[in-house]
């Protein structure tokens, strides 16, 4: 795993040292601050069964090569699992153009209830061991992931993502072109709702990069531009002379709601040399964020520094 992980996706890895498996730390380039390819291939070796890393760091917002990443996991042998967290709220998910064994990401931040999603690749699933009493069979998927019964409020919930993303399709012109409601229809609607979220998320983050990066005081904590394919609207920052609690505490003043801390990504704050609780400035942008709130928040962060 990397050390630009969230801690949910490090602690239960190093948890297994318990029953032998060593892990090992793939750090980010001190001086990019990116996640090197060469590093990894370096890192791997025949004993090497799994590589999980983020697609998304919550505190750089910058978009890791995932199909890149499966394809040297893959060469190795070992398989790969993907933190989709930061990434599902903001861009269509094609598990098989990314090739990724395991993808799993947690749908309250995806428009949903509080549930989570674990996509894996058939074969491996049933390769795994069940969960639930031994009646229910080794090729029952899902069921046997569940240690009781399915909960079936939030399942049935999770319909309502599809609801949600299928009418923002429709939210330029109140025709949806996407079609109906076979699955294929589905796909079509997911495709155009991320990619008018995306379109939006530039616009926003362009607003905001461009604002911190005339400010000669201020570093950009992750990719400094609003390229979409290269990150989503997660913004971190820090300025020298401010303290990053200060910072919120004066734009939560305005009405405007961010946030300043390690964000549960704590190693690499540390890594990149900052102080552990302060963390970064986090702006986190979605699609319902306005342009006209992005102006109030550097409005109010002109003023201040
Ligand atoms: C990248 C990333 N991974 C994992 C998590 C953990 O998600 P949850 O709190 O839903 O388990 C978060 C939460 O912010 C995250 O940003």
Same mark, same amino acid.
């Given at each position: 795993?990397?050390?630009?992980?969230?801690?949910?996706?490090?602690?239960?890895?190093?948890?297994?040292?318990?029953?032998?498996? *060593?892990?090992?730390?793939?750090?980010?380039?001190?001086?990019?601050?990116?996640?090197?390819?060469?590093?990894?291939?370096?890192?791997?070796?025949?004993?090497?069964?799994?590589?999980? @890393?983020?697609?998304?760091?919550?505190?750089?917002?910058?978009?890791?090569?995932?199909? *890149?990443?499966?394809?040297?996991?893959?060469?190795?042998?070992?398989?790969?699992?993907?933190?989709?967290?930061?990434?599902?709220? &903001?861009?269509?998910?094609?598990?098989?153009?990314?090739?990724?064994?395991?993808?799993?990401?947690?749908?309250?931040?995806?428009? +949903?209830?509080?549930?989570?999603?674990?996509?894996?690749?058939?074969?491996?699933?049933?390769?795994?061991?069940?969960?639930? &009493?031994?009646?229910?069979?080794?090729?029952?998927?899902?069921?046997?992931?569940?240690?009781?019964?399915?909960?079936?409020?939030?399942?049935?919930?999770?319909? +309502?993502?599809?609801?949600?993303?299928?009418?923002?399709?429709? &939210?330029?012109?109140?025709?949806?072109? @996407?079609?109906?409601?076979?699955?294929?229809?589905?796909?079509?609607?997911?495709?155009?709702?991320?990619?008018?979220?995306?379109?939006?998320? *530039?616009?926003?983050?362009? &607003?905001?990069?461009?604002?911190?990066?005339?400010?000669?005081?201020?570093?950009?904590?992750?990719?400094?531009?609003?390229?979409?394919?290269?990150? @989503?609207?997660?913004?971190?920052?820090?300025?020298?002379?401010?303290?990053?609690?200060?910072?919120?505490?004066?734009?939560?003043?305005? +009405?405007?709601?961010?946030?300043?801390?390690?964000?549960?990504?704590?190693?690499?704050?540390?890594?990149?040399?900052?102080?552990?609780?302060? +963390?970064?400035?986090?702006?986190?942008?979605?699609?319902?964020?306005?342009?006209?709130? @992005?102006?109030?928040?550097? *409005?109010?962060?002109?003023?201040?520094?």
């Amino acid at each position: 795993m990397s050390n630009s992980e969230h801690e949910s996706n490090i602690a239960p890895w190093l948890d297994l040292a318990r029953v032998g498996v *060593e892990t090992r730390f793939w750090n980010i380039d001190p001086d990019s601050r990116e996640l090197s390819l060469d590093a990894l291939s370096s890192l791997m070796g025949p004993r090497t069964r799994l590589v999980s @890393v983020t697609h998304v760091s919550n505190i750089f917002g910058t978009i890791n090569p995932i199909r *890149e990443i499966a394809d040297i996991v893959h060469q190795h042998d070992a398989l790969l699992c993907v933190d989709g967290v930061a990434f599902a709220p &903001h861009r269509a998910i094609d598990v098989r153009a990314l090739d990724a064994d395991f993808y799993v990401f947690s749908c309250y931040k995806t428009f +949903g209830p509080h549930h989570a999603l674990l996509y894996g690749k058939l074969p491996l699933l049933r390769d795994l061991p069940s969960q639930n &009493h031994a009646l229910v069979a080794n090729d029952n998927i899902p069921y046997k992931f569940q240690p009781g019964n399915v909960n079936y409020e939030l399942s049935y919930g999770m319909t +309502g993502v599809m609801d949600y993303l299928r009418q923002l399709t429709t &939210h330029d012109d109140g025709n949806s072109n @996407v079609g109906s409601d076979t699955a294929v229809d589905d796909r079509a609607a997911v495709h155009k709702a991320f990619d008018m979220i995306a379109e939006h998320e *530039e616009m926003l983050g362009t &607003h905001l990069l461009d604002f911190l990066r005339d400010k000669p005081n201020t570093h950009i904590i992750g990719w400094d531009s609003a390229d979409p394919a290269r990150r @989503v609207s997660i913004i971190s920052f820090t300025v020298d002379g401010f303290g990053n609690s200060d910072i919120v505490r004066t734009v939560d003043e305005h +009405g405007v709601g961010i946030r300043f801390g390690h964000f549960y990504s704590a190693r690499l704050i540390e890594a990149l040399g900052l102080i552990r609780d302060e +963390g970064v400035v986090r702006v986190s942008m979605a699609h319902y964020n306005t342009v006209d709130e @992005v102006m109030r928040l550097t *409005e109010t962060l002109d003023r201040l520094f």
